[in-house]
Structure formats: structure tokens, C-alpha cells
């Protein structure tokens, strides 16, 4: 077949195979390349401007901030099945109330319902604590929580004057966290 074609035919078959192939290797080879090296070369500069961000010199105004905010961040520990997970919540809420001067009259540790129906579902765990003390010692527990790895949150929260000191405060707290089944 090709044999019946004249020259010019055959140039212009050459020039249209020859197009045809260029595109090809520009679409399956070269665009997929370039695509991937912008990508690369996106994270790496993410990477050191991470990296930039760990190198500060410890007297900058930058990085007296930067420790300020991760002071304040919740510090959080991914959940544990409920059986590790509850002795070990309880006894950093234990650690906390002692921390703050407070102490427990009772002090109760629950297993609520899982989240969904599945098993991979998070479950919850309730600690119930109550007991005495002033105001500003509650105060304290409150701002304190976050720092608990374990805490996810406070569910129930009453306070009320003790009858025969006003300055005492009766209080009752009901916190959470999620442990995996």
C-alpha cells in the first residue's frame, strides 16, 4: 500500500506520524513528569519552611510565641480499647484534681454506648467525681483539663455553696473521654 503512494503522500503520512508520536510521548511521558516534579518540589518547600520553622534561635520574639501556642494546644493521645484507656483516663483526672488542691468524695468510672453501630466505632467512657472546694480551685481544673491526654471534654458540671461555709463550693463534674471498642 504504501509502495502506490507518491512521494509528496508519503511526507505528509512521515510529518502526520511523526505529530502523532510527538503528542503521544508529550501526553504519556513528559506532562505526567512535569506534574509530579511540581508536586515534589511543593512539599519540599513545605518541608523547609517546616525545617525553617524548627531552627529558631531561642531569644527571637518568633519562637517565645511559637512556645506560648503549643503550651496552650490540647495535648491528645489517640484512644486505646476501654479497658486500657479508663483506668488510665481516670487516674490523670485523679492527677489533676490532686494537682489543684481539690479532693474526691466519689469518684465513678462508665462505659457509655459506641458512637455508631459498627465496631470500629469510638466508644465513650464517663468519669463522675465530686466533692468540696473553693471556687478558684474549680477554676483551676477547668484550665488544667486540656493538659489531660485523655480528656475529651466536660459533659456535666454543678456547683453548688456548701451550707455551713460559704467559701467551700459542693461541685460535682462529669467528664469524657473516646476509647476504641
Known sequence: MLEKLNPREKRV???????????????????????????????LTEAREKVSLLKLDPKSAQTQRQKKLLEIVPVLEMPRPSDQQGPLFQEAFTNQLKKVGLMSKRMQLTRGRALRLDTA???????????????????????????NPYCGGVQKLSIKPDAKERQNLDWEITVFSYASQ
Not at 506532562?31 to 515534589?40: F, H, K, M, Y
Not at 466505632?121 to 483551676?140: D, K
Open 121 to 147: 466505632a469510638p466508644v465513650v467512657l464517663n468519669v463522675a467525681s465530686q466533692g468540696s472546694g473553693t471556687y478558684e480551685q474549680i477554676l483551676n481544673l477547668l484550665a488544667d483539663l486540656p493538659h
Open 13 to 43: 503520512l512521515v510529518i502526520c506520524l511523526t505529530a502523532c508520536g510527538a503528542m503521544l510521548l508529550y501526553f504519556l511521558g513528559i506532562e505526567p513528569l512535569s506534574r509530579d516534579w511540581a508536586d515534589v518540589h511543593r512539599r
